[in-house]
């Protein structure tokens, strides 16, 4: 089945720059190698601890930010994705390759290709209060990937900036307003209309509930999914908040110092989960039911920092059962049960 | 959708911004030092307006102060304030005869918001220019740019005006072929700034070239005369400008890094859209503030300038100018006090007018503060 | 009324009753607190919860008198039950309520970086807040080690002595400054890594001669919790110490408090939002509406049997897999112009007639569980 986003091997540093010659002295390693697919029209949950790097990731697959390794692929047919894998293992300087590359590796794009984009992609950040420019009427705000991109300007803008708000429950009386004026759930519908005017496929989703209360919370979250289904939307759900993804998403991945360690179905993921940081993560979160409450043995230490990350896999210094190979080898992406993969050589050995 | 009318549409794009203007002149409203500000600047705006009729000119060029002939062959010393000089008069050193102070400082007025206003004008156009450039880009640009401010910044500013007005040249002679080899540079800084599409940069280059090859040999076309004042104007924002481009630099590196910019790159805007649309408009409120305190001391400096003898010709109706004349005639403590009307009444004009701003801009200060904060 | 707060009294280390609070803003006034009522027994847990804006950080700020202006406490009052001694709080000066802050009540903040000062180090503030409020016992320890070791001059031991005696002269305060007081820091030194560690913080020697910047949120929680905890006080107020920490390193820090309760038997009072941090750690829990306790009741209880309207929906709009998300309709109330009478009523599905117009009683309508509502006889 072909997926809407296959992202192979992604990488994305962050320069560390000293010295008297402002030279890269070291890199914060925020996503180290992640290869992950999207289905169409499917909520792909993305957890993890701050530091793990799922905001660069998110960021890095809208072209926001510049990969430094692997590619990206939006809506490519498969056969084209083979060929390419194929090509850079067996001939990466092959002159096909490149053609190919610019044609359908996000990674290669840049000027008008990556104005096209933009159109087809967007993103809902956290909080509304910044993502909003303070100084411009909601109007405006809401009509400027139109008017940025030559979709639509004038009245024609005005119309559609108007049909979209209507659909996120806000209306005419709200567009000859500054976003200071309203409260923090509406500014985020104000934000969703923005990413919402020029149609996309898919959204990035980067913590869009984490910064407003919690009966608005519920609020957002069920006009997403009405929002999916009216749009046909692919989401990308980034968040640190395990309860709010273990309801929206379909799948969920779960990422550790710039990896993924656990990928599954949100179900399996939750009840089960394989990999000891997934576990670990999923015990500490506390359950609103004291009958439930039970003696924890939390996860032990402190994430460490990204400039350095440990050797061989990430997690071997924290974790219970770590063997002499894990210090040394990065463990890779395994399948140990359909549709759920897991980096882990413990548990690869069974 | 409704059917507003034209300005039914138009009022209500604006009346959250009238909102606004109207919650700054009720907060300003509120301090009687602004007021105190305001009522200053207002009082000199008037003087300026009713110059004419205040003090008719005499002679072509109304910024001359006349020449009381009648006086001057009576006493060869200024006289102080009478019924027909109301403030007195003053003889200069280099012209013969008695001047109004009186008209000299109507007049003066109109100076003082002259090289006040435009000194600030264009400096402040040229420092958000490069201050924002700079920012926006970082890189070694923003090194080259701000070491050549930081160059500007390290020479004492007065002495750097005074040097620059000294150096220009009187008259600037330009052809057709410089106007445009002018035009092209800045052009070109423009188009590499902010990468337009390719077709740009061609023609660019050939019009580069070819006037390149015209600037050996061509005739004189255009003269641009300055006037003293005029280099002093020039003088001033060439200092000016600075300390507006570091503190742009310090504001737009700040938004830079906000949400709202790089939502904008995700909506699909251009470079020059973001930073117009969006940067300026969050940055320029400091800037804002400042200028109005400079206005003031624009116009002392001016005034230094001139009592150096470096600012406007020596019968000009300036107020620095007529306390330059004043100097040759207040060398002793007695003449201090029997010629108090040649450098008094002058500096209590400029005082006044320096206050007047000073007050106005920190009442702005104190409003456009928590109004940024509100947000 | 008087009857039911004396026996409450007796019984409780710290109570509200009616708090009123105001802000006077530019936008007008804020009626930030409107009749708080709460209580906190000695060694419990209270927690306290509700969303944004409903006043659990300005009522935590009244009990030690730090509601930053335009705010007022304009009614109620605070009793502190110290020792069988019993303070109203309001009626204090400002020295008496400084000796009691840091001391007797201590407060953890949600933003741990924010509240320590970023030029001294972790040592030095800790140490501070000892030498606020323990002054004469390391005085004397300091004596005891002089005494002890015999290292160390005469000249310190008579400033210490002096510091003991005269504190406040001037003489003294010229013989401290000449003297390098070597023993009373390093006493100092010893007790604050022993607090470090206390919290659990690994290699608290290197963690104490920190900046502030250089430590992760967990542990700069940590140092702040061990700097609360250095004088031993009779209660904790901790304002959302771990929304902005990770999921694990909250497991920690909850862990953490609970281990400090058993061993230092002081009140905690949490507050937060997350209502999974107040079944798993508190043990009693009082509901915040707009300004107002609205329930405060047994954990236990108050998650198997809610009675306020506003606790149910609560309850009810947890996320839970597989089930649409319920949410509250309408929004919090702006509080400048609040509703009359119960301030919940506008979106409160049992809304009466005399909601609209009577606020509420605070009453206990179960055995140790009070409500303000209406349908629980919240009229008389």
Redesign the interface.
């Given at each position: 089945m072909s997926s809407l986003i296959f992202v192979r091997n992604l990488k994305k540093y962050y320069p560390i720059i000293g010295g008297i010659f402002k030279r890269r002295i070291a890199s914060v390693k925020a996503v180290d190698g992640v290869t992950l697919a999207i289905r169409r029209r499917e909520t792909f949950g993305l957890v993890g601890e701050s530091g793990c790097g799922k905001t660069t990731l998110g960021k890095t697959i809208?072209r926001?930010l510049k990969p430094d390794g692997g590619n990206i692929f939006f809506g490519a047919p498969q056969e084209v994705i083979n060929e390419i894998i194929e090509l850079e293992k067996t001939n990466p300087k092959s002159k096909r390759l490149k053609k190919m590359r610019e044609e359908y590796d996000l990674a290669t794009f840049s000027g008008e290709k990556l104005?096209e984009l933009?159109?087809r992609m967007?993103?809902v950040?956290q909080?509304p209060t910044?993502?909003?420019?303070?100084?411009?009427?909601v109007k405006d705000i809401v009509a400027?990937?139109l008017v940025?991109?030559g979709i639509a300007k004038g009245e024609e803008a005005k119309?559609l900036v108007?049909e979209i708000l209507e659909r996120v429950g806000l209306g005419?009386q709200h567009?000859?307003?500054?976003?200071?004026?309203f409260s923090g759930g509406q500014r985020q519908r104000i934000?969703i209309a923005?990413a919402l005017v020029c149609r996309p496929e898919f959204v990035v989703l980067d913590e869009p509930t984490s910064s407003v209360d919690v009966s608005v919370r519920a609020q957002l979250l069920n006009l997403f999914k009405d929002l999916q289904k009216e749009f046909d939307l692919t989401y990308l759900f980034i968040s640190h908040d395990l309860s709010v993804v273990e309801c929206i998403s379909d799948r969920v991945a779960i990422m550790y110092l710039g990896k993924i360690v656990e990928l599954a179905p949100t179900y399996k993921i939750f009840k089960s989960p394989l990999h000891p940081y997934a576990q670990a993560l999923i015990e500490s979160v506390p359950i609103p039911d004291p009958t439930k409450r039970k003696e924890r043995a939390p996860l032990s230490g402190e994430v460490p920092s990204p400039v350095n990350p440990p050797a061989g896999c990430r997690f071997h210094p924290r974790c219970p059962l770590a063997m002499d190979v894990c210090k040394k080898e990065e463990p890779p992406m395994t399948e140990i049960e359909k549709d759920h993969y897991v980096a882990c050589f413990a548990l690869m050995k069974r | 959708?409704?059917t507003k009318t034209r300005w039914e549409r138009l009022k209500?794009?604006w009346?959250?911004r009238i909102e606004e203007w109207k919650f700054i002149l009720r907060r300003i409203g509120e301090s009687p030092l602004a007021i105190l500000g305001i009522a200053i600047i207002v009082f000199f705006v008037i003087m300026a307006f009713m110059a004419p009729i205040l003090a008719p000119p005499q002679g072509r060029n109304p910024f001359l102060m006349p020449n009381d002939q009648e006086l001057a062959s009576l006493t060869p010393q200024p006289v102080p304030p009478t019924t027909r000089h109301i403030f007195g008069t003053i003889i200069s050193n280099q012209v013969a005869g008695q001047y109004d102070i009186y008209y000299g400082c109507i007049w003066g007025t109109i100076s003082a918001f002259r090289i006040g206003i435009m000194v600030v004008a264009i400096a402040l156009i040229i420092g958000i220019t490069i201050g924002t450039i700079s920012a926006y880009y970082g890189g070694i640009l923003d090194e080259i740019l701000m070491r050549f401010t930081d160059i500007i910044i390290a020479f004492p500013g007065l002495v750097l005006a005074m040097a620059l007005v000294i150096a220009f040249p009187t008259i600037i002679p330009l052809d057709i072929t410089q106007i445009i080899l002018i035009l092209s540079a800045v052009l070109a800084i423009i188009f590499a700034a902010f990468k337009p599409e390719r077709k740009f940069v061609l023609p660019t280059t050939i019009v580069l070239v070819v006037t390149l090859y015209l600037y050996l040999n061509s005739p004189i076309i255009l003269s641009i005369n300055l006037s003293k004042l005029d280099k002093v104007l020039i003088s001033l924002s060439l200092v000016g400008w600075p300390s507006y481009a570091r503190l742009i630099r310090g504001e737009v590196l700040r938004v830079k890094n906000?949400?709202?910019v790089?939502?904008?790159?995700?909506?699909?805007?251009?470079d020059l859209?973001i930073i117009t649309?969006?940067i300026l408009?969050?940055t320029i409120y400091p800037l804002l503030i400042v200028s109005t305190l400079d206005i003031g001391s624009i116009v002392l400096t001016a005034a230094a300038l001139s009592f150096l003898g470096i600012g406007a010709e020596p019968n000009y109706a300036d107020w620095g100018n007529i306390i330059s004349m004043s100097r040759n005639w207040v060398s002793t403590p007695e003449l201090l006090v029997q010629f108090y009307h040649t450098f008094l009444i002058p500096g209590i004009f400029i005082t006044l007018f320096v206050l007047g701003w000073n007050l106005l801009g920190d009442a702005l200060r104190d409003v456009l503060d928590?109004m940024i904060r509100?947000? | 009324m008087t009857s039911k707060s004396s026996t409450r009294l007796k019984d409780s280390l710290v109570e509200v009753k009616n708090l009123v609070v105001r802000f006077y803003t530019?936008a007008g006034i804020v009626e930030a607190l409107e009749g708080v009522d709460l209580h906190i027994r000695p060694g419990e847990i209270l927690g306290l919860v509700g969303e944004t804006g409903c006043g659990k950080s300005v009522t935590s700020f009244s009990i030690l008198q730090l509601v930053p202006p335009p705010g007022k406490i304009e009614g109620g009052e605070i009793y502190f039950n110290k020792d069988g001694k019993v303070l109203n709080i309001r009626k204090l000066d400002e020295d008496s309520i400084r000796k009691i802050r840091g001391k007797e009540i201590a407060m953890v903040f949600q933003e741990p970086r924010a509240y320590l000062n970023p030029v001294y180090t972790v040592e030095t503030q800790i140490g501070e807040a000892l030498l606020t409020h323990r002054r004469e016992e390391f005085l004397k320890r300091a004596i005891e080690t002089l005494e002890k070791t015999g290292k160390g001059s005469s000249f310190e031991r008579k400033v210490y002595e002096r510091m003991l005696k005269k504190p406040k002269s001037i003489m003294t305060r010229i013989m401290a400054k000449f003297c390098s007081k070597k023993t009373l820091k390093e006493e100092i030194r010893k007790e604050v890594i022993d607090l470090l560690r206390n919290v659990e913080i690994a290699d608290p020697e290197r963690v104490a001669k920190m900046y502030p910047f250089e430590l992760s949120g967990g542990m700069a929680q940590r140092a702040v919790i061990a700097m609360a905890l250095s004088c031993n006080p009779m209660m904790l107020i901790a304002d959302e110490p771990t929304t902005n920490l990770d999921v694990t390193v909250q497991a920690q820090i909850l862990k953490l408090i609970r281990q400090l309760r058993e061993r230092f038997k002081s009140s905690i009072l949490y507050i937060t939002h997350d209502l999974g941090v107040i079944a798993e750690l508190c043990d009693r829990v009082a509901v915040m509406y707009a300004g107002r306790v609205v329930e405060l009741a047994d954990v236990y209880e108050l998650f198997k049997d809610p009675l306020h309207p506003y606790t149910k929906a609560l309850l009810e709009s947890i996320p839970r897999p597989g089930q649409e998300f319920k949410s509250i309709p309408g929004t919090v109330p702006n509080l400048i112009n609040p509703p009359k009478g119960c301030r919940f009523h506008e979106r409160c599905q049992y809304e009466m007639e005399i909601c609209r117009k009577v606020k509420p009683e605070f009453i206990e309508v179960k055995k140790d569980h009070f409500v303000a509502c209406h349908l629980y006889g919240g009229s008389k």
């Open positions: 809208l926001l104005l933009r159109r967007q993103i950040y909080d910044t993502s909003l420019d303070p100084r411009m009427l400027e990937p940025a991109q119309k108007l005419e567009l000859y307003r500054f976003p200071h004026e934000a923005r | 959708m409704s209500a794009e009346a959250p906000e949400d709202y790089e939502a904008a790159k995700a909506a699909g805007c251009s859209r649309k969006h408009p969050n928590p509100r947000r | 530019y």
